[in-house]
């Protein structure tokens, strides 16, 4: 009798597509959850990642230093140059004393305006930037309200340093009694024109993407009007030199001293407010060209 032969393996059955309303079969693979929360990106994020920026660089910390070095430096140096000297103020505030330490801390605020957005095209940064907010303008209103406000408490503080010093060196050479208007003027209005004029810098910074470029921009923005004007000696070419005095940014600086180099022009709170408009202006445009120019 012979043997008979094994059963054939059964081929699988197909699998048809489940029926309308049927509930649905077992995933074939298990599935994976991130423990990580899903969060939507606000402004927030932006500036947390620019504060951890701009406080992780060197050239924050050299800038600002130099900075601090030149206005309280220069501030302390020429307080007690005139108290050297005995002088007799004769009711003059010594307020006045610190704007030689600022115009020329003003260039460090310049270089780091620049720095902060120009620096990361030269690195090639700013890509890794846009992928992880791909938000342009936000990126740079962050860029812009962090420089902002370091600038401005780092002038401030220094500004009312440089005063408190200049007070108490000087108050037996009967020196006037600064009001509360001086007061802020020469310590929070100056501190805000300097920020303002970093943050303008900043939007240079990204409407050229160079740094040794923008700085040149800058500095030239600061000097050359006053400069050239001095140089101006047709009498044709008059009215040209007064507006290039009376508007050039060391004179604004002087008018939060009362001490303008012109008679007519900008007075009191004028130069805060020339500086929004035209650093409001640079924003809108550096906006403009980020949206429309690759990275």
């Known amino acids: 009798m012979s043997t008979p032969p094994p059963p054939m393996p059964h081929s699988a059955a197909p699998e048809w597509p489940a029926a309308p309303g049927a509930a649905p079969s077992a995933p074939a693979y298990p599935t994976y959850t991130s423990p990580i929360p899903v969060v939507r990106t606000h402004l927030g994020h932006a500036l947390a990642s620019e504060w951890t920026k701009i406080r992780s660089v060197r050239s924050t910390m050299w800038t600002l230093g130099v900075l601090v070095a030149l ?115 020469g310590t929070v209005g100056i501190s805000l024109y300097l920020a303002l004029l970093g943050t303008l810098s900043l939007a240079v910074g990204s409407i050229v993407r160079h740094s040794a470029g923008a700085i040149t921009i800058m500095i030239a923005l600061v000097l050359a009007p006053l400069v050239i004007a001095m140089f101006m000696f047709s009498p044709s070419l008059a009215d040209v030199q007064q507006a290039l005095f009376e508007y050039s940014i060391p004179n604004q600086m002087s008018v939060f001293y009362s001490t303008s180099l012109s008679e007519s022009g900008p007075s009191g709170w004028d130069p805060l407010w020339i500086m929004l408009v035209v650093t409001g202006a640079a924003l809108a445009f550096a906006f403009t060209l980020l949206r429309k120019r690759d990275v």
């Not at 303008?137 to 002038?155: H, N, S």
């Not at 503080?157 to 009967?174: P, T």
């Open 71 to 185: 206005v309280v430096g220069i501030g302390l140096l020429t307080g007690l140059v005139i108290a050297g000297s005995d002088p007799d103020l004769a009711g003059e505030s010594p307020l006045s004393l610190g704007f030689f330490g600022l115009l020329l801390g003003s260039m460090c605020l310049i270089t780091l305006g620049v720095l902060t957005t120009a620096s990361e095209y030269g690195t090639g940064m700013i890509r890794t930037t846009m992928v992880a907010c791909p938000s342009r303008g936000r990126v740079l209103a962050a860029k812009a309200l962090v420089f902002f406000l370091v600038a401005f408490v780092v002038t401030v503080v220094c500004a009312s340093v440089v005063g408190l010093l200049h007070m108490s060196l000087l108050e037996e050479y009967n020196a006037a009694e600064p009001s509360v208007e001086e007061w802020l003027k």
